[in-house]
């Protein structure tokens, strides 16, 4: 008996490919952020060392980042159940779209983290008034990762209202 092919079937590669990029993209800025603003860090410590601790704010942020991905990830990954309920491709692109729009806002967002507390770190042991502002900018940048969960939460719950059942 040959069975006809409708395209849902292919439908959870693109669910789980999109729980993937969530998880891969946000930890690679994550990776990214947490190496270069540490890198200022390290430069920092060796002229003023009693300012490590103060400085390691822009390596917290970098590393919250990879969660935003991991939260994403476990969302769809759970959501994915074609034996349970119908899994159809609207559903597919939904998490698709979700974990992209995590994954790379979590990048963007660890590029700017990682190169503005790199500078940041390394001007506030020059000028201790600049930490204030760094700590800002570090907050705008991580905001940018926030909006792509927020998006990405909201598009990953779109899934299954394709079809009424």
């Known amino acids: 008996m040959a069975s006809t092919f409708s395209g849902d079937e292919t439908a959870p590669f693109f669910g789980f490919l999109?729980?993937?990029?969530a998880l891969v993209f946000s930890c690679m800025g994550a990776?990214?952020?947490?190496?270069?603003?540490g890198v200022g860090v390290a430069s920092m410590g060796v002229m003023r060392p009693e300012l490590v601790m103060k400085s390691i704010v822009p390596v917290v942020m970098a590393g919250v980042l990879g969660i935003y991905g991991l939260i994403i990830a476990v969302i769809i990954s759970t959501g994915i159940n074609p034996k349970a309920k119908s899994y159809?491709?609207?559903?597919?692109?939904?998490h698709l779209s979700s974990g992209l729009a995590c994954g790379l806002a979590g990048l963007s967002a660890g590029m700017a983290i990682g190169i503005v507390g790199d500078a940041g770190v390394r001007a506030n042991a020059q000028q201790p008034k600049l930490f204030v502002g760094m700590i800002l900018i570090l907050i705008f940048a991580e905001a940018l990762a926030l909006y792509g969960l927020i998006v990405g939460i909201?598009?990953?719950?779109r899934a299954g209202q394709s079809?009424?059942?």
């Not at 990776?31 to 603003?37: C, D, F, M």
């Not at 909201?154 to 719950?157: A, P, R």
């Open 18 to 21: 999109g729980a993937a990029a």
């Open 163 to 165: 079809r009424a059942e």
């Open 154 to 157: 909201i598009l990953s719950s």
């Open 88 to 94: 159809y491709l609207f559903d597919g692109y939904a």
């Open 31 to 37: 990776a990214y952020g947490t190496a270069k603003s």
